[in-house]
């Protein structure tokens, strides 16, 4: 039996099947609200507007001297040789540029090492380096530094390898390209285990004894710090590590590092840059992705440039990614960024089609605890994404396997109530390898072995989740009360911006709206229009995306849960709320709105 669509929603509306009436039975999430600002904190941010304070409280930020620094810094915060060993690894690059010795930079398959590759190659070619770079591929070399690719680098005579992106635990390959006599930087931004590289240069601020400020710095930042210190030893007129503050935002967004501190810095010029980019690669890649660079915020490189860019290594190689970064003319970097363009749309039918697959092996008619789905015919590359969808859809633990020869190497994304990683930890057993976080995670098992696993794992889920009820969560920054409507109040949100993994967007509830009007939009009408009336009679116009099911079963008055935005038509600009969710007003009457549109 497959599961209906009202409970894929998860029990949001249902049919009484007596009257046949739709009624509206729940919210899709449980709705949690920042705690209130204290007087003491109220009082020390006055200067700022009224929702703006709350929102800098709720980020961490209680005194004017953070909030300033946070709404205003751009570019660098720190010097980069507060990072260890970073002394070594600018002289050591300046020697092998002065002694014409060739240096590759040896970069990850996702877009923050793409970036971070193209940043270092081209710093590197400003200050008269003889330098290529090294993508490896996903499917026949894995993650990290691999020891055949050393070997090859090494025949073809490159004497110093740079790492971006990985290699903090390539412990070996290290000792290899020592015995090749080939010297290595490590510049990378993952956890270290405990043996660190014996490299020329190990420059990662987590590992033991690195005081530099900042922890969340992704791959391209760090890359950002070394090209920033070499021109700090070695000026070019002018040229400056800023140039590259482009690429640095579009890796670290990508990356889903925390856009606080230096991060939320760095990407705030970048924007600013991408906003005015001359750089073929980033002008190809807006026209594919139907982005107007003027008006590009992170949330456009999360969605429309991170994902084109990510496509190549997950399909094929991220050769064509970095190419289309390094293009300097434009009809190379249009026919990279479409075939870019059409490697994403191939990802996205590819992951539909493992998370179909994955849905029809579901033969009960209740979701599991934990979800588990391997096949041969599934794409590595795309698994990690299908486990994803599956976990947010469930929202249960999810774990997507593609079926070798010998090994299933599968990945996993989970939810709040359930730490997959020390879930794998209690299965080390039957796992040849495994590691990850408490949201996601990878392994390889081998075979024989992946029943066995799955219905260890899903015991282990139904034991933790036992007497609860599983429902996500989504947690607003406040009550908006409709009289702070202001022209300013969504400048005051901009400055906020740029929003991401950890600086969340603001969000708000409104309670006790009327319903004026609903309708479904859209090319599958599965999207609603709303028009909402204040208390005091002002109208506000909304959108819920991919929430067409409300309609014909709203009550007349509603709790909306929403962030704000603009609205523009025939050029003129309004706010309008994008609806995350809805519920019955908890001061309403919960009747049946009757003016709402049969759309």
Same mark, same amino acid.
């Given at each position: 039996?497959?599961?209906?669509?009202?409970?894929?929603?998860?029990?949001?509306?249902?049919?009484?099947?007596?009257?046949?009436?739709?009624?509206?039975?729940?919210?899709?999430?449980?709705?949690?609200?920042?705690?209130?600002?204290?007087?003491?904190?109220?009082?020390?941010?006055?200067?700022?507007?009224?929702?703006?304070?709350?929102?800098?409280?709720?980020?961490?930020?209680?005194?004017?001297?953070?909030?300033?620094?946070?709404?205003?810094?751009?570019?660098?915060?720190?010097?980069?040789?507060?990072?260890?060993?970073?002394?070594?690894?600018?002289?050591?690059?300046?020697?092998?540029?002065?002694?014409?010795?060739?240096?590759?930079? #040896?970069? +990850?398959?996702?877009?923050? /090492? $793409?970036?971070?590759?193209?940043? !270092?190659? *081209? @710093? &590197?070619?400003?200050?008269?380096?003889?330098?290529?770079?090294?993508?490896?591929?996903?499917?026949?070399?894995?993650?990290?530094?691999?020891?055949?690719?050393?070997?090859?680098?090494?025949?073809?005579?490159?004497?110093?390898?740079?790492?971006?992106?990985?290699?903090?635990?390539?412990?070996?390959?290290?000792?290899?390209?020592?015995?090749?006599?080939?010297?290595?930087?490590?510049?990378?931004?993952?956890?270290?285990?405990?043996?660190?590289?014996?490299?020329?240069?190990?420059?990662?601020?987590?590992?033991?004894?690195?005081? #530099?400020? +900042?922890?969340?710095?992704? /791959? $391209?930042?760090?890359?950002?710090? !070394?090209? *920033? @210190? &070499?021109?700090?030893?070695?000026?070019?007129?002018?040229?400056?590590?800023?140039?590259?503050?482009?690429?640095?935002?579009?890796?670290?967004?990508?990356?889903?590092?925390?856009?606080?501190?230096?991060?939320?810095?760095?990407?705030?010029?970048?924007?600013?840059?991408?906003?005015?980019?001359?750089?073929?690669?980033?002008?190809?890649?807006?026209?594919?992705?139907?982005?107007?660079?003027?008006?590009?915020?992170?949330?456009?490189?999360?969605?429309?440039?991170?994902?084109?860019?990510?496509?190549?290594?997950?399909?094929?190689?991220?050769?064509?990614?970095?190419?289309?970064?390094?293009?300097?003319?434009?009809?190379?970097?249009?026919? &990279?960024?479409?075939?870019?363009?059409?490697?994403?749309?191939?990802?996205?039918?590819?992951?539909?089609?493992?998370?179909?697959?994955?849905?029809?092996?579901?033969?009960?008619?209740?979701?599991?605890?934990?979800?588990?789905?391997?096949?041969?015919?599934?794409?590595?590359?795309?698994?990690?994404?299908?486990?994803?969808?599956?976990?947010?859809?469930?929202?249960?633990?999810?774990?997507?396997?593609?079926?070798?020869?010998?090994?299933?190497?599968?990945?996993?994304?989970?939810?709040?109530?359930?730490?997959?990683?020390?879930?794998?930890?209690?299965?080390?057993?039957?796992?040849?390898?495994?590691?990850?976080?408490?949201?996601?995670?990878?392994?390889?098992?081998?075979?024989?072995?992946?029943?066995?696993?799955?219905?260890?794992?899903?015991?282990?889920?139904?034991?933790?989740?036992?007497?609860?009820?599983?429902?996500?969560?989504?947690?607003?920054?406040?009550?908006?009360?409709?009289?702070?409507?202001?022209?300013?109040?969504?400048?005051?949100?901009?400055?906020?911006?740029?929003?991401?993994?950890?600086?969340?967007?603001?969000?708000?509830?409104?309670?006790?709206?009327?319903?004026?009007?609903?309708?479904?939009?859209?090319?599958?009408?599965?999207?609603?229009?709303?028009?909402?009336?204040?208390?005091?009679?002002?109208?506000?116009?909304?959108?819920?995306?991919?929430?067409?099911?409300?309609?014909?079963?709203?009550?007349?008055?509603?709790?909306?849960?929403?962030?704000?935005?603009?609205?523009?038509?025939?050029?003129?600009?309004?706010?309008?709320?994008?609806?995350?969710?809805?519920?019955?007003?908890?001061?309403?009457?919960?009747?049946?709105?009757?003016?709402?549109?049969?759309?």
């Amino acid at each position: 039996m497959k599961l209906s669509v009202e409970y894929l929603i998860g029990l949001t509306a249902y049919t009484n099947n007596k009257d046949q009436q739709s009624y509206m039975t729940e919210a899709l999430y449980r709705w949690d609200i920042q705690p209130e600002m204290p007087l003491s904190i109220l009082e020390t941010l006055a200067s700022y507007p009224r929702v703006q304070r709350t929102l800098l409280y709720n980020r961490g930020l209680p005194n004017p001297a953070e909030a300033a620094i946070y709404l205003h810094r751009q570019g660098p915060l720190y010097d980069p040789f507060r990072l260890d060993q970073m002394d070594q690894a600018v002289a050591t690059i300046l020697h092998a540029i002065e002694t014409g010795q060739e240096i590759a930079v #040896y970069g +990850d398959y996702d877009v923050d /090492g $793409v970036t971070a590759s193209c940043l !270092l190659v *081209e @710093a &590197l070619e400003k200050l008269g380096a003889r330098v290529r770079a090294y993508i490896p591929n996903r499917f026949e070399e894995g993650y990290g530094v691999n020891g055949e690719a050393l070997q090859t680098l090494h025949k073809e005579g490159v004497a110093l390898t740079v790492t971006v992106d990985c290699g903090i635990r390539s412990t070996g390959e290290t000792v290899l390209a020592t015995e090749l006599g080939m010297q290595m930087i490590i510049c990378d931004h993952h956890e270290p285990s405990d043996e660190l590289p014996q490299a020329a240069a190990v420059i990662c601020h987590k590992k033991p004894g690195d005081t #530099y400020p +900042d922890k969340n710095l992704a /791959g $391209v930042g760090l890359a950002f710090k !070394l090209a *920033e @210190a &070499l021109f700090s030893r070695r000026p070019i007129p002018g040229v400056s590590a800023t140039d590259w503050l482009d690429l640095v935002a579009i890796g670290t967004v990508a990356d889903l590092v925390p856009l606080t501190n230096e991060n939320r810095s760095l990407v705030k010029s970048g924007l600013q840059q991408l906003r005015q980019s001359t750089r073929p690669g980033i002008l190809a890649l807006a026209e594919v992705s139907r982005v107007k660079l003027s008006e590009i915020t992170a949330t456009t490189i999360g969605f429309s440039f991170g994902p084109r860019l990510n496509a190549a290594g997950r399909l094929e190689t991220a050769w064509t990614s970095l190419n289309l970064m390094l293009s300097k003319e434009m009809r190379q970097a249009r026919e &990279l960024a479409e075939t870019l363009d059409e490697q994403n749309r191939r990802r996205q039918e590819l992951t539909r089609q493992t998370q179909d697959q994955a849905i029809q092996m579901m033969d009960s008619d209740r979701i599991p605890a934990l979800i588990a789905a391997a096949d041969s015919s599934f794409n590595m590359g795309v698994v990690g994404l299908a486990a994803s969808k599956l976990s947010e859809k469930y929202y249960r633990p999810a774990i997507v396997g593609a079926v070798g020869e010998e090994f299933t190497r599968a990945s996993c994304r989970s939810i709040a109530e359930f730490h997959i990683t020390q879930a794998l930890d209690q299965c080390a057993d039957l796992l040849d390898r495994h590691g990850g976080h408490a949201m996601a995670a990878g392994f390889t098992v081998r075979n024989e072995n992946w029943s066995k696993l799955t219905r260890r794992l899903l015991e282990i889920a139904q034991n933790q989740f036992k007497g609860k009820t599983l429902r996500p969560s989504k947690t607003a920054d406040m009550i908006l009360p409709p009289d702070y409507f202001r022209e300013d109040l969504l400048d005051q949100i901009a400055e906020m911006e740029p929003f991401g993994y950890g600086n969340p967007e603001a969000v708000f509830i409104l309670r006790d709206l009327q319903v004026k009007s609903a309708r479904a939009v859209g090319a599958d009408q599965d999207h609603l229009r709303l028009s909402f009336i204040t208390d005091n009679n002002a109208i506000l116009e909304a959108i819920a995306f991919r929430q067409a099911f409300w309609n014909g079963q709203l009550p007349q008055r509603v709790d909306v849960l929403c962030t704000l935005g603009k609205n523009t038509w025939r050029d003129r600009t309004t706010l309008q709320l994008n609806v995350i969710d809805l519920r019955p007003a908890e001061n309403g009457s919960g009747a049946k709105a009757e003016s709402q549109d049969s759309g």
